[in-house]
């Protein structure tokens, strides 16, 4: 069979009896990184005996089948990842998809996890959460994610690196507001593990004038009831509300009508958070001049 198995994601203590078992017994090992496997394996006092083979993002997918094949002749294969749970942003998708398609048996070994491990400290609700693994690294894509999670009544939980947490603070507190409820963790389960809780805006001074080092793992408060009930009360704009708003504002504020379309399309995100065509917009705003003009 197959086993997933999670590794510690900082404190080799939390590794499991029956990991290190797995580590010991298994006759195919796949790992992440097959130096830290090494590391980790010397670090818990157990011997690899099994096969080692690479198995990361860029071979997962053609590395599965063979994998499956030993299994399917008998071999136990262990999949592990640098730290935590194989498949939750680690390798280790693609071999499950394909165990399942060919009736392999698949089980887990359970153990750390750093989205559970900040959920559980965050102090926010547990009863419901979404995770949303790393924040996208563009600042375009990065708002668009975070306009459509803007209403997410549930937990939100984001990794992050510390060399970005800057811009994505700022752009949490520009779609979120400064007052919704967060915790910034890093360096979960290792001697330095701390984490921050406040508001947006506090957590985001806190980065301003103390730069958090380390894995960093975001839990941001779903939206309240009442953001909830005003999001699903508000119409979608069409392109038509758009061209008269765009119409009205470079009347009203003294704009050239491109301006007044860039304003109003950014001001007036889609449900998926991206924008409007300002093409669109603009070519409207001829058709209805050209119809007032008839």
Known sequence: MVVLAATPI???????????????????VAAEDTRRLFDLARRLGVHVTGRVVAYHDHNERNKA???????????????????GMPTINDPGLAI????????????CAPGPSAVLDALALSGLPTDRFCYEGFVPRKHSERMKKLRMLAMEMRTIVFYEAPHRIEETMNDMEEVFGGERLMALARELTK???????????????TVLNDPPRGEIVLVIAGASDDEAIQA??????????????????????????????????EDNPLPDGSFMSRKEVYARVLEMREEKAN
């Open 10 to 28: 900082g404190n080799t203590s939390d590794a499991s009896v029956r990991l290190m078992g797995l580590l010991e017994s298994s006759d195919i």
């Open 96 to 107: 499950v998809r394909r165990a399942i398609e060919r009736s392999i048996p698949v089980t």
């Open 232 to 265: 699903m009360g508000s119409r979608v704009l069409t392109v038509d509300d758009m061209a008269e708003m765009a119409i009205t504002t470079a009347r009203d504020d003294d704009l050239r009508i491109k301006e007044a379309i860039t304003r109003v399309v």
């Open 191 to 205: 001697d330095f593990e701390e984490v921050r809780r406040g508001t947006i805006h506090e957590i985001r001074q």
């Open 65 to 83: 089948d063979s994998l499956l094949d030993e299994a399917e002749s008998g071999s136990t294969v262990l999949v592990v990842s640098d730290a």
